[in-house]
């Protein structure tokens, strides 16, 4: 098999369903052509993410099967139809057939779009979601024309219903892409969202335990890391200095981990006058201590002066 040769593969694989030429037989030449050759090959399945069929496919190539023999076959791998179910899809929905290049150029189109949208991560944007809508023939255009009519509802949206959607739900908390995303598809963009939260929630609770030896409870670390957008390393720089008001004392319990970072991030009230209280008292008594020790000493050494 000669480079060319493999190159023709390609081709015909890439154009599946629109080409095909079926007198193509590959025929076994020199090594180096040979290693050339598969490496094409193997390359070009990796891209299209189906490196797992390239021992078959060059081993059926090498047998002298013809092209069209190897699609067939390609076309009936578990891995191909799960890569491109959408192109199955297309067919039991009555529509025309497509070749794997429009499908991964439709793919790219679809995420470029998402991502100009300013859409959030994992919104619309794996190959099962372009599956779907390749299946229904939904074309990039149709998709952009939905998105803008999402985006035009954001613009105009009562901006009071914009602020209450940010501040109780952490919807367009990074910014207006998951607004437009919750417009449209609110199922799929809370989920989206609620997954970000979820994630940054826990890693301000994770960062809570190494600065304090306590963690922050859901309520509070999800508005902190919602509303407040609170990071990891603000966790870290404002509690650490803190953690002593987490441990109990002879006079008082202390306080906890949830309710220093409720008062140092200007979340409730209650709990900054209790924070307050706790550090006052604290340093009352700490100052009385210090007075009686001095006390203490001085009466020490006027007694061993008058004994003198």
Not at 74 to 84: P, V
Not at 185 to 203: K, W
């Amino acid at each position: 098999m000669t480079p060319e040769e493999a190159r023709a593969f390609i081709d015909q694989f890439e154009n599946m369903d629109t080409v095909l030429d079926d007198s193509a037989v590959v025929d076994a030449t020199d090594e180096q052509d040979r290693r050339n050759a598969l490496e094409i090959i193997e390359d070009t399945l990796s891209d299209y993410g189906l490196e797992g069929l390239t021992d078959r496919v060059n081993a059926m190539l090498m047998e002298g099967s013809s092209v069209e023999s190897v699609l067939i076959q390609i076309k009936d791998e578990d891995i191909f139809k799960d890569r491109f179910k959408g192109m199955f899809t297309r067919r039991r929905n009555g529509h025309p057939a497509i070749s794997p290049a429009e499908y991964i150029n439709l793919e790219r189109d679809y995420r470029n779009l998402m991502e100009t949208a300013g859409l959030p991560k994992n919104f619309y944007d794996s190959t099962d979601d372009f599956a779907e809508f390749i299946g229904n023939d939904l074309s990039v255009a149709e998709m952009s024309q939905r998105v803008s009519m999402a985006a035009t509802a954001v613009a105009n949206v009562n901006p009071e219903l914009k602020n209450q959607l940010r501040e109780l739900y952490g919807i367009g908390v990074e910014n207006d892409g998951e607004l437009v995303g919750y417009f449209l598809d609110p199922e799929r963009g809370v989920s989206v969202i609620e997954q970000r939260l979820q994630m940054e929630s826990a890693g301000l609770s994770a960062a809570a335990i190494q600065a304090t030896g306590q963690g922050i409870a859901k309520p509070v670390a999800r508005q902190l890391a919602g509303v407040q957008q609170v990071q990891q390393r603000e966790i870290s720089q404002r509690l650490a200095p803190q953690a002593g008001l987490t441990r109990s004392t002879l006079s008082d319990a202390g306080t906890t981990t949830t309710e220093l970072a409720a008062a140092e991030f200007g979340l409730d009230s209650e709990s900054t006058a209790n924070i307050r209280r706790l550090r006052q008292t604290r340093q009352a008594r700490s100052q009385r201590q210090a007075g009686s020790l001095a006390t203490g000493m001085g009466v020490v050494g006027l007694g061993s002066s008058e004994i003198v």
